[in-house]
């Protein structure tokens, strides 16, 4: 990622955001399926915290040919700016948001009769025709219908008027399991279902199974198109190495040094005195705390770089800042501090921070704070003919 040059003023921390990682991410998963398999980019939660709308169009840039979101406000507002491309709702939906997914052209995910008709009450009021995928539940127990009721739903569905069915998915809940023996039997079942509806004369043309993990492990489960998230970021699905796909990482997390001060032997660091000190070092204080996304639980366990080094989070992490221990580095006030991404040749990885606190990646990223200033690298202005 090349440098940027930040307008610092009252910023505490800021996210740099690379669109060209983006672009180049989604690329790469366009060449690794290959021709005749589509890629629908998620971008829900703000874009997996990197900017929903920057995500959207360096990933559509990149070859994607639809959008994830979670909601209907969350379609709504890459409506807003100027994206044209299919999004597809996840989420079910509540009927009194039937309205606005018919008005903004938006691609609704059914799994219950309420939703169906309500969609196309909406849908025929105003003369238009709504995309519907439909939704079927093969093991994760969540969202969905069950292979059983799947066929009474697509008869109810393909004859309601106003509503066109595009699509079938479903989803898997455990493709990054080194046991692949749970993923491979909802792969079955969907397969099963997929072939009862082609029995009642039901064939949508996109059926997508296979999110980032199973993408890259399972070939056998991209169908129609792939639904890939933390691969468009750069981030790592799987526990391993992918060496069968370049990624760029497209997210960095930078901070500054607030102050440092010199701490004798014995002294208990932050709230609740969590850290003491072994020896007299240096504590540097970082204005980031969990209120931007740096969790609580990264407590005494968390890294951040500075000057290249590794250096521990000490004590409790608050609300608006954290403490390092710098010891003999020659760290002031003012130094950068890099909380997720790379200095001088070492490396954090949001992956890093999930480990670190027993998690996943997703929530390392999707929680980042409003308040921390996204600063958008990469000309954007490229990526406006890849809107619609």
Known sequence: MRAVAVARGSWNSWIEVDSAAIRSNTAAVCDLIGRGVQVMAIVKADGYGHGAATAARASLAGGASHLGVASAAEGIELRAERIEAPILVLSCGMPEQ????????????????SMARALSREAAAA??????????????????????????????????PGLRVEGVYSHLATADHDDATYARGQAECFRQALAVLQAVGIQPPLRHLANSAATVRFPEMRFDMVRAGLLVYGLNPLCGELTQIGLTAALTWKSRIAAVKNVPAGQPISYDGLHVTRTATRIACVPVGYADGYARALSNVGRVLIHGRRCPVVGAVCMDQMLVDVGDLDAKAGDEVVLIGEQMGERITANDLAAAQGTVVHEIVARLGKRVPRVHLGDDTALENSSG
């Open 98 to 113: 039937a309205r606005d997914v018919v008005e903004r052209g938006l691609t609704q995910t059914l799994a219950t009769e």
């Open 127 to 160: 003369g238009r025709e709504v995309a519907v995928h439909l939704k079927v539940d093969t093991g994760m127990g969540r969202l969905g219908v069950w292979p059983h009721e799947l066929p009474a739903l697509a008869k109810l569905v393909s004859h309601l």
